[in-house]
């Protein structure tokens, strides 16, 4: 079959559902729509930067009624006067150049809008208005129409808006401002060559040295003494301790020889410390900030539901202001934000969230629904029993096991190495100064205080920082993006990797469908992809999709009935598609796979199966994984329908557990932890949320890494599920590239000291010594861990234009 | 040969009056987002004439 790409969002599109429109091939009405609004108002120039940029506008229909809502609308403006209005929304579809032109160019889309702004790291639109001429609600059904629907969720409207912190840029800028004109104010000192008129200023040059430092000193430094401090009070020898030591030690002595003319001290050397030490935080600090790592219920629930008066008028409430008694009107779709009795007469709920279970469940009139359900199928209208701070959800997010904070302060592999490098530390620099006290009290004094400044780590300090900030950023490329870099140690001790079934070793899109009842005749085919057309139910669409395109028939007498089936006459055709049980056909026992039966005329035909897939890779996963030596456990919160299935997938002894509530898997993972394990979690969803919790890692899988992720450690784009092995792979080079480089900072510091020890330090040997140092170790891991990455995704294909496009985030 | 202090000084004040350019740009917000406008200088003004389409703004 010939294929074209759609012009607007690229996606690929039969020949004969394509719709030409200026000679552009579009693949629905949607994609068009939006081409022409731009098309109108002469912003046809997004289509230039980049190609197919867009996203096929999504129905919203109702959706946004509640930006209608004063309160709620105050609520997420981050300035509101007169005539000036200004408000962030979250986009998650800003992914490109284009997305980035036509939001900065809404200002001619809608009147009213003055200034847009994008923030593309954040993918937010900032977005100033005038609030006389234009509304919130119109502006982002606009966003809508043109495919960037922004996501607002409770979430926002709590939330306090925090300003960014930026304190670590300032303290580097002083840093570097105090170590480049100590540097050069040092120059004459370095090249001490008796000259008449350097000597002559040389009180000159060593008190602005002296003035330029303090900043360095006692501000940009000031991170290092508050943790030291800390640290010491609650007993754990981290790294800090030693470069505090090193660093007063160093300023004191420095100050001393200058006061009394010994010498110009090493300000320099402080200052270059301190620049390079808050460089490798800044390194480190890579955040992804479109992400969010501490999501929980909230950033799913709706800011506002359709509320029915006793009269029938509906109206937009706060989910906050939602009581007991209320009736409310859920559309298709939407999430269940309250417990409540359904009084429509059926309908079918989704809640994988809250239990894993993929398969819809129906319900009827009088049933008990749940918070954190999705509703499918038409509006439903239920009564509240329990207001959104009782709900089961809200209650069950509360319980004591989701918010146990596990106290599991992990230690860094710099904190255990210096946890012996303090105290060899402090014994080498009282045995010299004890050594030499009794020949000659000043070398002792010089003895003591350079031992204390050639060993402060810096290069210790350096190691992990660049290591990690580096491997964070490649892992960040390839699509895994870590909370921090500590992450990464966590990842490297792991042995035992626990898998969610739906969703995460599952896709979560693209069932395998399959027809069971023989073969189908090609104009049955084409009677029910065309009765399924009118259907919302998300089996249908996904039937839909599947079938080949077909010539658009007329449908007549279309009939849908929540939670059964749907019919209608095509050709005086009689055309029943649904459930086993709307068809009058028993229901198999022991059937546990959802299934979608057909009957035409009168006759049953056959059923359609939806088989679950799973992910591109998986054994080739699960065989490496099993190679490296990782216990896998599989934990699933569905019935064993798939057991048989799962097991011949997975290696032998992988442990199956079905049927897993929230609370089981999270009690699950801990007792694997009591057992001395290093567990961690790969799940999807909020079932797993207190599961990714408790474990020492916990990994969150996503289709779509901007919306959908509960509070974990780490988000995995599902594309790279496959490399799972090869992230842990790296994760352990990390960690071997960071020993390597401890031992060669190791033996820098031998030299040095024996240097310092034997009295021998001149400010000059110190000056040769510090800086090459921390330029060798640091070159050598960044080197060392890129050489690993390369390494461990040799066989990959070669990256792709998209692969790039993160890269530059 | 007091003109080695005159110069040094002058050095100072002009590196303090970068460091605080510096602090400034920090606290405009300038380093917060370090991909947007890169790309945003890129764009061309293409719409440089007028063109009357005022009507159909509001879709």
Redesign the interface.
């Known amino acids: 079959m010939d294929r074209n790409n759609c012009f607007h969002c690229g996606l690929e599109v039969a020949e004969n559902d394509t719709i030409l429109f200026d000679q552009k091939a579009f693949c629905c009405s949607g994609c068009k729509t939006v081409y022409e609004?731009f098309s109108?108002?002469?912003l046809t120039?997004y289509y230039d930067f980049e190609k197919s940029p867009g996203a096929t506008p999504l129905h919203t229909k109702g959706k946004y009624d509640f930006l209608a809502h004063e309160d709620i609308v105050s609520k997420l403006l981050e300035f509101h006067e007169k005539e000036t209005a200004i408000i962030s929304l979250n986009i998650p579809h800003i992914h490109c150049?284009s997305c980035?032109?036509i939001l900065?160019n809404l200002h001619?889309?809608?009147?009213g809008i003055v200034t847009s702004?994008?923030?593309?790291?954040?993918k937010t639109v900032r977005i100033i208005f005038n609030p006389e001429k234009t509304n919130v609600q119109e502006i982002v059904l606009?966003l809508c129409?043109v495919g960037y629907e922004p996501y607002i969720s409770l979430e926002d409207y709590e939330a306090v808006k925090t300003g960014?912190d930026?304190s670590l840029?300032?303290k580097i800028?002083?840093a570097f401002?105090s170590f480049?004109?100590v540097m050069?104010?040092s120059f004459p000192d370095y090249f001490d060559v008796g000259e008449y008129?350097l000597d002559?200023?040389k009180g000159?040059?060593r008190w602005?040295i002296f003035l330029?430092a303090l900043p360095s000193f006692f501000y940009a430094a000031n991170g290092y003494y508050t943790s030291a401090y800390k640290s010491l009070r609650s007993k754990m020898y981290t790294i800090d301790i030693p470069i505090a030591l090193g660093l007063i030690v160093m300023f004191i002595r420095s100050t001393i020889d200058m006061f009394f003319d010994y010498g110009q001290g090493f300000f320099d050397s402080l200052t270059a410390l301190v620049f390079f030490m808050l460089l490798g935080k800044l390194f480190q600090q890579k955040t992804y900030n479109f992400l969010s790592f501490e999501r929980d219920f909230k950033s799913y629930f709706p800011i506002a539901v359709t509320k029915i008066e006793s009269d029938l008028t509906e109206f937009s409430v706060p989910v906050y202001e939602i009581e007991k008694g209320d009736r409310l009107l859920i559309r298709n779709q939407e999430l269940l934000p309250v417990d409540g009795i359904l009084i429509s007469e059926a309908t079918e709920i989704d809640y994988s969230f809250v239990t894993g279970e993929a398969v819809p469940i129906p319900k009827k009139s009088g049933d008990k629904l749940y918070a954190g359900g999705k509703q499918l199928g038409n509006s439903v209208v239920l009564e509240v029993l329990k207001p959104v701070s009782q709900s089961y959800l809200t209650q069950l997010w509360s319980n004591e096991v989701f918010q146990k904070k596990v106290d599991r302060k992990h230690k860094t592999i710099t904190d255990t190495i210096s946890h012996y490098f303090t105290p060899i530390l402090l014994i080498i620099a009282l045995a010299g100064f004890t050594f030499w006290i009794f020949r000659d009290v000043t070398t002792a004094f010089n003895v003591f205080t350079a031992v204390l400044i050639v060993a402060c780590p810096c290069a210790l300090a350096l190691t992990a920082p660049f290591t990690l900030g580096n491997v964070l950023r490649i892992m960040g490329k390839k699509k895994f993006y870590l909370k921090n870099a500590v992450v990464i140690e966590q990842l490297a001790q792991v042995d035992t990797i626990v898998f969610d079934k739906t969703g995460t070793i599952t896709s979560g899109q693209a069932a395998a469908i399959r027809f069971e009842g023989g073969l189908i005749s090609a104009e049955h085919a084409v009677f029910i992809k065309n009765i399924l057309q009118g259907s919302n139910h998300p089996l249908s669409r996904k039937l839909y999709d599947f079938l080949p395109a077909t010539a658009h028939k007329k449908v007549t007498g279309f009939e849908e009935l929540p939670g059964k089936g749907i019919s209608g006459y095509i050709e005086g055709h009689n055309i029943r598609i649904g459930s086993a049980a709307y068809l009058g056909k028993p229901a198999e026992k022991g059937f546990l796979k959802t299934s979608v039966h057909c009957m035409i005329d009168g006759t049953y035909v056959g059923a359609y199966i939806f088989e679950t897939r799973y992910r591109e890779g998986l054994q080739a996963l699960f065989t490496q994984l099993r190679n490296q030596q990782y216990t896998i456990k599989i934990l699933s919160g569905d019935n064993e329908g798939e057991r048989s299935l799962l097991k011949d997938l997975l290696p032998e002894h992988t442990e199956l557990v079905f049927n897993q509530k929230p609370e089981q898997k999270l009690a699950f993972i801990a007792k694997l932890q009591e057992e001395g394990r290093n567990v961690m979690m790969i799940g999807d969803g909020l079932n797993d949320a207190g599961a990714l919790a408790q474990s020492n890692v916990g990994i969150s899988i996503s289709e779509n890494v901007n919306v959908f992720s509960p509070a974990c450690d780490g988000i995995l784009d599902a594309a790279q599920f496959s490399n799972i092995g090869r992230f842990l792979e790296l994760s352990k080079k990390a960690i071997f590239t960071i020993k390597m480089s401890f031992t060669l900072s190791l033996l820098y510091n031998v030299v040095g000291l024996a240097f310092a020890v034997s009295g021998k330090l001149s400010p000059l040997v110190a000056t040769i010594i510090m800086p090459l140092s921390t330029v060798t170790i640091v070159s050598f891991v960044t080197l060392l861990s890129n050489y690993y990455a390369k390494k461990a995704f040799r066989s990959k294909k070669k990256p792709t234009a998209t692969d790039y496009e993160m890269a530059?985030? | 040969?007091s003109v080695?202090?005159l110069l040094?000084s002058i050095?100072?004040v002009v590196?303090?009056s970068?460091?605080i350019a510096?602090?400034r740009a920090?606290?405009s917000?300038q380093?917060?987002?370090?991909?947007?406008p890169s790309?945003?200088m890129?764009?061309d003004d293409?719409?440089k004439e007028e063109?009357p389409?005022q009507e159909?703004?509001?879709?």
Do not use: C, P
């Not at chain 1, 001619?108 to 009147?111: C, I, R, S």
């Not at chain 1, 702004?117 to 954040?122: D, E, I």
């Not at chain 2, 380093?31 to 947007?36: G, N």
């Not at chain 2, 159909?56 to 879709?59: A, E, Q, T, V, Y």
């Open positions: 609004i109108a108002n002469d120039t150049s980035i032109w900065e001619k889309l809608l009147d702004q994008v923030n593309f790291g954040r606009l129409s960014t930026r840029i300032y800028g002083v401002f480049g004109n050069l104010l008129w002559h200023y000159f040059f602005l330029l530059a985030v | 040969m080695i202090y040094i050095s100072v590196s303090i970068f460091f510096f602090v920090v606290r917000g380093y917060d987002d370090d991909y947007t790309v945003r890129l764009f293409e719409l063109t389409k159909n703004k509001d879709k």
